[in-house]
RNA sequence: CGGGGUGUGGCUCAGUUUGGCUAGAGCACCUGGUUUGGGACCAGGGGGUCGCAGGUUCGAAUCCUGUCACCCCGACCA
């Protein structure tokens, strides 16, 4: 792909600035604009329809794990954001506060939610007395406000949309089930949904969520070989419940602290689709996602009968899928490169000559390989594109990434790789802390995970001291 | 938060060094016409108190002071 010709000038290619690529894209596609406020974006009517489908796809599979809804205030009192000190600490520097209500300063400065760990910890202390209260797994959909120093559309903004999972349960077996099932769930949603691959695994203790036992991770690769956190599943143990005293009480009538978990996946989402499958004329959807998901352009559209023609083949589609007519009066050049940027994964050009013989040209945007259709079985035959494009471009996006996966066996090969090829690095690690400090100072490369699901032994020892290692780590630079 | 940069129609910018005619261009927008298989063309038209507040001056987009915002580069983050 990347050899392709380029046609559309507005977008910089990727090759020459992926930053400035990325920016490109997002306003070329018309997913935000800039507001007022440094850091908070808005998200313009196809960005959010992306973030819709998202919604609905995730919250439909919540709901068939048993998780149910509710909203929570987005205030919460500087008292209890204090109340667990790791917790504080990790978020601290980067809330925002509320001082005043109206002119009077407020005895209590609320901070806006950067997170509702806190809230929801109060709310259970007094809803839950006993075992027959439990399992409590509740779902907010939401947004919350980081005050960021650097910020970039949909990858780090100071507010963003999300959900936030928040669970209890009587027993540490259930809580880590729940954060085993939820991160599960995260995967497969960005596989099936997303047509992109991740990375299972576990958080290094200096990469865990503030106040968590256990935090796990589903780690993505971009084009440029960086990667990107795109879900989170924490196993919270009693961390919470002891501190904020969420107690019930069991069979044998003995108090008990609840086990908690949290997970969550946000509108960064949508920054790890464009840089995933995207390319130089801009933005590629996996179908199943993708708000239009085939667009009608009319060629010649005065001439008699071709627009009628092309609105009865768009209503045919629309009856099984998401289809658009684009009548608009721009040139067809136009509309070819607009429906590219956008994304949209299938084009129909119809004109003159097709109707005249019965036909019409399929344009898929992830190959732009033309296929020659018949109008009598364009909605089979598009059917069956969609359904080839998200499968293609989930194996394409997999063969990326697993061709940017290097091992490194000791630390001259790892400093070799991390200077010279973007991607993940695997290699084994000693368990301390002091290693992912070095190896983040010396390299930018931060530990993205243990993988559950390859702990190949590919070296006794640590790659960066030496020492005997205990654990396969995939390490990366990180959005 | 530290370093650098930029603010001029909706967008990208010229003009600022060396103050001086009615503040310009391209794109976008509106009207009419010709076009239409990879960002068409012609003609006409609308839109700017030059980020904001002071100051210097006969005169300020241009000089001075202050202030705000945004962008880029570093330390923290989904």
């Known amino acids: 792909m990347a050899q392709e010709k380029k046609l559309v000038e507005a977008i910089t290619s990727m090759s020459e600035d992926f930053a400035q690529w990325y920016t490109d894209v997002v306003v070329k596609a018309d997913l935000i604009a800039y507001s007022s406020v440094k850091g908070c974006m808005i998200i313009k009517p196809d960005g959010y329809a992306i973030w819709e489908n998202i919604q609905h796809e995730l919250d439909r599979r919540f709901k068939a794990t048993g998780v149910q809804n509710v909203y929570m205030p987005m205030f919460i009192p500087e008292s209890l ?44 202390k007094d809803i839950i007395h006993s075992h027959r209260d439990l399992p409590k797994v509740y779902n907010q959909w939401c947004s919350v406000v980081r005050w960021e120093k650097e910020t970039r559309p949909f990858l780090r903004s100071r507010e963003f949309l999300w959900q936030e999972g928040h669970t ?65 599943s924490h196993n919270f143990g009693q961390n919470f419940s002891k501190p904020f005293g969420i107690q ?33 004329s801009g933005l590629v959807l996996p179908p199943r996602i993708a708000p239009t998901q085939v667009i009608v352009i009319p060629i010649q559209q005065k001439k008699e009968g071709v627009l009628e023609k092309a609105a009865e083949v768009c209503e045919r589609l629309g009856k099984t899928m998401r289809a658009k007519l684009d009548d608009s009066d721009k040139s067809p050049g136009w509309k070819f490169s607009e429906a590219e940027m956008r994304g949209i994964p299938v084009r129909v050009e119809l004109g003159p000559k097709d109707i005249e013989a019965g036909k019409c040209v399929l344009v898929r945007r992830d190959t732009r390989e033309k296929i020659e259709c018949s109008l009598d079985e364009v909605e089979t035959k598009v059917a069956e594109l969609l359904e080839t494009i998200q499968k293609e471009m989930f194996e ?29 690095i695997r290699a084994m690690w000693c368990g301390d802390e002091a290693c992912e400090n070095k190896i983040k100072e010396d390299l930018a490369v931060t530990s993205r995970c243990m993988p559950f699901n390859d702990q190949e032994q590919i070296s006794d020892v640590c790659a960066c001291c030496g020492k005997p290692a205990k654990k396969l780590v995939y390490w990366g630079k990180a959005y």
Request: with cysteine; aromatic share 10%.
């Open 168 to 232: 209890a349960h009587a027993t540490a077996e259930d809580a880590e089930e729940r954060t085993v099932q939820m991160l599960n769930l995260y995967a497969d949603f960005c596989e099936e949904v997303l047509a992109m691959p991740v990375v299972r695994g576990q958080k290094t203790e200096k990469e865990k969520f503030a106040g968590a036992e256990a935090t796990y991770t589903i780690e993505a690769l971009m084009h440029d070989g960086k990667a990107l956190q795109s879900g989170t």
């Open 248 to 280: 019930y009480t069991d069979k044998n009538n003995q108090l008990q602290y609840v086990h908690q978990t949290s997970w969550g996946m946000t509108t960064r989402l949508i920054g790890a689709i464009i840089m995933v499958h995207g390319d130089d």
């Open 81 to 124: 954001l204090q109340v667990e000190k790791d917790h504080v600490e990790g978020f601290a520097p980067e809330v925002a506060w509320v001082t005043h209500g109206g002119l009077n300063p407020l005895q209590e400065r609320l901070c806006v939610r950067p997170t509702s760990e806190t809230l929801f910890c109060d709310f259970y």
């Open 396 to 424: 394409r996006a997999k063969a990326h990434r697993d061709s940017h996966i290097f091992d490194a066996h000791n630390y001259a090969e790892f400093t070799e790789i991390a200077n010279n090829k973007p991607g993940f």
